[in-house]
C-alpha cells in the first residue's frame, strides 16, 4: 500500500512516520510538507536517507503541487496531518489558519476524489468541541457532542472535520476522523507547553503558567495517538468519527510541577502571567467507541511517558536548541 502523509515533518506526523517505517515495513511512505516555522526536516531525514521515505516539499494549499503528488505516486491512503496548530498564533493571526486548515484540507479532498482514494483520514481535535466546566469532571465530549470551537484554531478545524464529511456524504470519498486529546512525546516544537517548559527549565528560566494554572488538559503519548490512527485507517467505517484519548486529566499548574520534580527544579520557578484570550476551561476525551469497535486501548502510563519525554528532550538537545529562541519568543504556552 502507498500512504500519503500530509504534515510529516512536524510532531505527530514524523512519530507516525516511524512508526510505520518500524511496524509495517511493507507500507510505501510519502510525506508531503511544505516545512512551515513547525516543520523540521532533520526529524525525518534519516528515512529518507535509508530509502525508506520519499519526501515531497509542497503546500497543501497548491493545488497544482497536490494533484502532480498525486498522480506522480498514486496514493491508497491518505493522512492528512498537515495544519497551523498552536492556538496562540491562532489568535494572533487567524488568516493562515483558515487558509492551511480548511482550504489545504478542500485541496485535498479534491486530489483524492479526482484521482480515487481507499480512504482519507483527517487527524482532527477535541478542541472542536469547545470546553467543559472545571466543577463537573463526569462531563466528558463524545462523538456526537455539539460542534463549539472557541478559538480560530478550533474553529478552522471544525471546518476542516465538516467539509471531510462533506465530501463522504456528497462525492463518496471514503474519509474517516479522529479527535484527539493532547499529545506529548519528542519531535515536539518547543512553542509548545510540555517541550517548551522543559527547554526553560534546561535553560535556568522561569516557567509562565496561564491565569491561575487550573486550566485541565487531557493527555495522551503520541505513540498512542499514532496506533490510534492505524486502526482506524485501516479498520474504521467511512463516514465515521473517533474520539481519540487516554483519559489523563491534568491541570497546566500540575502538570508544570510534575516537569519540575522530574528535573529537579524549585517550583518557585513558576510564575503566573496573564490569561490566554478565550482560554479554554477543560478538555476532556470518552474514547469508548474506538475503545469498543476497534479495539484500541493507550498503552503508556502519563507519569512513565512525561518522564521518558523529559530524558528524549535532556538528551536531544541538538534537535530542539536551533528552533528554541524562535519558538520562546511568542505566547506562553
Ligand atoms: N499536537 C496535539 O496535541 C494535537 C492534538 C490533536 C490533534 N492534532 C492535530 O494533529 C495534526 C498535527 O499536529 P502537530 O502537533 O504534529 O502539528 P505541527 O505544528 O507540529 O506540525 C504541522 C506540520 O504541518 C506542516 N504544514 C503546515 N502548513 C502546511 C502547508 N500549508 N502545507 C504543507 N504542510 C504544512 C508543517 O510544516 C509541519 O510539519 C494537526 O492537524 C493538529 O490539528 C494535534
Keep these: 500500500m502507498t500512504i500519503l502523509i500530509t504534515g510529516g515533518a512536524g510532531f505527530i506526523g514524523s512519530n507516525f512516520l516511524y512508526y510505520l517505517a518500524e511496524n509495517d515495513p511493507d507500507f510505501r511512505l510519502i510525506c508531503l510538507d511544505n516545512l512551515s516555522y513547525a516543520g523540521n526536516y532533520t526529524t525525518i531525514s534519516p528515512l529518507v536517507q535509508q530509502e525508506k521515505l520519499l519526501f515531497i516539499k509542497a503546500d497543501v ?3 497544482n503541487a497536490v494533484f502532480s503528488a498525486f498522480e506522480e505516486t498514486k496514493p491508497e491512503l491518505v493522512v492528512h496531518f498537515a495544519a497551523e496548530s498552536h492556538v496562540d498564533r491562532s489568535i494572533s493571526d487567524p488568516s493562515v489558519f483558515l487558509r492551511t486548515n480548511v482550504l489545504g484540507t478542500g485541496v485535498l479532498l479534491d486530489a483524492c476524489r479526482t484521482f480515487g482514494v481507499v480512504r482519507f483520514h483527517l487527524v482532527s481535535t477535541d478542541e472542536v468541541y469547545g470546553d467543559l466546566p472545571l466543577n463537573r469532571p463526569e462531563l466528558l465530549f463524545t462523538e456526537s457532542s455539539p460542534l463549539r470551537p472557541r478559538s480560530p ?13 462533506s465530501y463522504f456524504h456528497t462525492y463518496g470519498v471514503p474519509v474517516t476522523i479522529s479527535r484527539c486529546s493532547n499529545n506529548y512525546g519528542r519531535f515536539q516544537y518547543p512553542e509548545k507547553l510540555i517541550p517548551r517548559m522543559i527547554a526553560r527549565a534546561l ?4 516557567l509562565p503558567v496561564y491565569g491561575t494554572g487550573e486550566n485541565i488538559r487531557d493527555w495522551i503519548h503520541v505513540s498512542d495517538h499514532c496506533a490510534a490512527i492505524k486502526k482506524i485507517l485501516l479498520r474504521g467505517t467511512p463516514g465515521e468519527i473517533y474520539n481519540v484519548g487516554a ?14 520534580g522530574i528535573l529537579g527544579i524549585p517550583r518557585e520557578r513558576i510564575v503566573f502571567v496573564e490569561d490566554r484570550k478565550g482560554h479554554d476551561l477543560r478538555y476532556g476525551i470518552d ?3 474506538l475503545e469498543t469497535s476497534l479495539n484500541w486501548r493507550p498503552k503508556v502510563d502519563f507519569t512513565d511517558g512525561l ?14 536548541e536551533p528552533l528554541y529562541p524562535e519558538a520562546d519568543k511568542g505566547s506562553l504556552c
Excluded at 535553560?203 to 522561569?206: A, I
Excluded at 483519559?247 to 519540575?260: A, D, E, F, G, K
Excluded at 518522564?307 to 530542539?320: K, L, V
Design 61 to 63: 494549499c497548491d493545488r
Design 247 to 260: 483519559n489523563c486529566p491534568c491541570s497546566n499548574l500540575q502538570l508544570v510541577r510534575r516537569i519540575c
Design 287 to 289: 474514547a469508548r467507541k
Design 153 to 165: 484554531y478550533a474553529a478552522s478545524k471544525a471546518a476542516a472535520d465538516l467539509l471531510a464529511l
Design 307 to 320: 518522564q521518558e519525554t523529559a530524558e528524549w528532550y535532556i538528551a536531544n538537545h541538538a534537535w530542539w
Design 203 to 206: 535553560n535556568e528560566q522561569t
